[in-house]
């Protein structure tokens, strides 16, 4: 299963200086599972940081030359949509959830989706290939720690998530070996749609259950005797059904 995983401009926290995403490498890991030779896409003004990716397990990395800060989704648009139309075109694209430059939307992966009219899970901490040849099994993280396991059509664009299994351990080797091939940036028109809309923030309320809280007058109760205090615990089990619960 070719498969191709995106590099974004990942900076240190504390020094600044670029570096591979850890949601980019665990995504390489996941990808050397499907694929015996990932390969790695990246835009940007060169390769300092995302070579890295070479050592956690991709063979090969495609470094599309931009100045730095310009927006990469065109450039990946044109690229990915010329490899989807080669004789061999990747059936799977995976990405992080978000980079880690400083001003990430997270948009990327869903733009790209949009412009290659491809579909997009979000999420993933586990892939398997499907029964059928052109399908992918996933694992998604849920809320709560949940798990839901998806199949979807390939080609496909899938983000990872943090609890997916930690990145490959890295090898300087491995990375001497990889080839770095770079391109200059594709100037064709892609349909591509970023105008996601600005506005100031507002903050929502928050949502809170007052049944059964001490958060209204008829439910707040200030020191009663343990007789009344059982009552109302054995009155409120019964409005809700839970001592019913289980009984024929």
């Known amino acids: 299963m070719k ?3 995106l590099l974004s401009d990942a900076r240190n926290p504390v020094s600044g200086r670029a570096q591979l995403s850890r949601l980019e ?9 499907l694929d015996e030779s990932p390969q790695g896409l990246h835009v940007g003004p060169g390769e300092e940081g995302v070579s890295a990716g070479l050592g956690h397990g991709l063979c090969g990395l495609d470094v599309i030359e931009a100045p730095e800060g310009e927006d990469p989704l065109p450039a990946l648009a044109a690229f990915l949509a010329t490899s989807l139309k080669s004789d061999e075109p990747p059936a799977l694209v995976l990405c992080g959830r978000r980079g880690e430059g400083g001003l990430d939307t997270g948009l990327v992966p869903y733009l790209l989706a949009e412009a290659l009219g491809l579909p997009i899970l979000a999420d993933a901490v586990a892939l398997r290939p499907g029964e059928a040849s052109d399908t992918l099994v996933v694992d998604q993280a849920m809320a709560k720690g949940a798990r839901r396991r998806v199949t979807i059509r390939l080609p496909a664009i899938v983000t990872v998530h943090p609890l997916a299994p930690p990145p490959l351990p890295f090898a300087f080797g491995r990375m001497r070996r990889g080839e770095i091939r770079r391109h200059a940036a594709d100037v064709s028109e892609v349909p591509v749609d ?14 809170m259950r007052t049944a059964g809280t001490a958060s209204g007058g008829a439910n707040l109760h200030v020191g009663p005797d343990p007789e009344e205090a059982a009552r109302l615990i054995l009155a409120y089990l019964e409005d809700n059904g839970i001592r019913r619960y289980g009984q024929g």
Not at 25 to 32: H, N, T
Not at 194 to 207: I, M
């Open 25 to 33: 490498a665990q995504a390489i890991g996941l990808a050397a599972e």
């Open 3 to 5: 498969t191709v995983v």
């Open 194 to 207: 970023v105008d996601a809309g600005e506005r100031p923030h507002r903050a929502r309320p928050k949502l």
